[in-house]
C-alpha cells in the first residue's frame, strides 16, 4: 500500500487516543493518531515520525500520524492498513490456497470478522490483528487489554463447527522481527484463548512487512509461539 503526501516530523505529545502533537517545519501542530492503542514505547517525545498530510476542509487536524521511528526500525501504526496488507498478501498467495471470493466486514454470530473468503472449495472466516509491539525482535501482541479480541477468538472456533476453515492472521507492521507470540503479561485471558484456537484447530499465522515513508507491503512469514 502507497501512501500520497509523506512528511517528517516530530512527536511532541498525546492528548488522548486520537489526537498529538507534532513539530513539523519548526511548527507545532495537532495530528490525529490512526491507532488507539497505547503505544507508550513508540510515541515517546522527540521521536522521529512521519505524517500524512490532507488539504480536507472538513477535517478538524490537518495530518494523520502514520509511523515512527524505534531507534532505527520504523513501525506503521496506521491501525487501518492491515486489513488492506493481509488482502494483498492473501491474494498473492499467502494461505497456500488460491482465493477464489473475498469479502469483508462478514457477520457471523455475535462478531464481524474482517474476511469471509471462498478459497477452492473451502468457505474461511479470517480476523486480522495489527501489530506494532516488539521487544527483543519478537513482536507480541496485544498491547492492552482486548476483551473484543479473546470474543472474535472464541467464535473462531465456534465457527469451525459449522464447516468454516478459520484463521487469525498477525500482520506486524514492522520488519526484522523473529518470532511472534502473545502478550500474555498484558492479558493472559486473550493468550489462553489462541492456544485453545490453535488445539481446536483455528490456523495462527504471523507476517512482518517492509516499511518505507510512503508504503507498506507484505514481507516474510513469522515463527508463531504460542
Known amino acids: ?6 512528511f517528517p516530523a516530530k512527536f511532541i505529545t498525546r492528548h488522548n487516543r486520537f489526537v498529538a502533537d507534532i513539530e513539523i517545519d519548526g511548527k507545532v501542530c495537532p495530528c490525529h493518531v490512526k491507532n488507539t492503542g497505547r503505544c507508550k514505547e513508540l510515541l515517546i517525545p522527540g521521536s522521529n515520525i512521519f505524517v500524512q498530510s490532507s488539504d480536507s476542509q472538513e477535517r478538524k487536524t490537518k495530518y494523520d500520524l502514520i509511523s515512527v521511528y524505534k531507534g532505527k526500525r520504523l513501525i506503521n501504526i496506521d491501525s487501518q492498513v492491515p486489513n488492506k496488507v493481509f488482502k494483498e498478501w492473501a491474494i498473492a498467495g499467502g494461505l497456500r490456497r488460491p482465493v477464489t471470493y473475498i469479502k469483508p466486514e462478514f457477520k457471523y454470530k455475535n462478531s464481524r470478522f474482517d474476511f469471509y473468503m471462498e478459497l477452492e472449495n473451502i468457505n474461511a472466516l479470517v480476523e486480522v490483528k495489527g501489530v506494532t509491539l516488539e521487544d527483543g525482535n519478537i513482536a507480541m501482541f496485544p498491547d492492552a487489554p ?31 522481527v523473529t518470532k511472534f507470540r502473545p502478550n500474555d503479561v498484558m492479558h493472559k485471558a486473550f493468550g489462553d484463548a489462541l492456544r485453545k484456537a490453535h488445539k481446536k484447530g483455528v490456523e495462527i499465522l504471523a507476517f512482518n512487512c517492509d516499511i518505507l515513508r510512503d508504503s507498506i507491503s507484505p514481507a516474510k512469514a513469522v515463527q508463531v509461539i504460542l
Open 146 to 176: 482486548t476483551e473484543r479480541g479473546v470474543k472474535h477468538v472464541l467464535e473462531l472456533i465456534d465457527s469451525l463447527s459449522d464447516g468454516y476453515k478459520a484463521y487469525i492472521v498477525f500482520v506486524i507492521q514492522m520488519r526484522a
Open 1 to 6: 500500500m502507497h501512501y500520497d503526501n509523506i
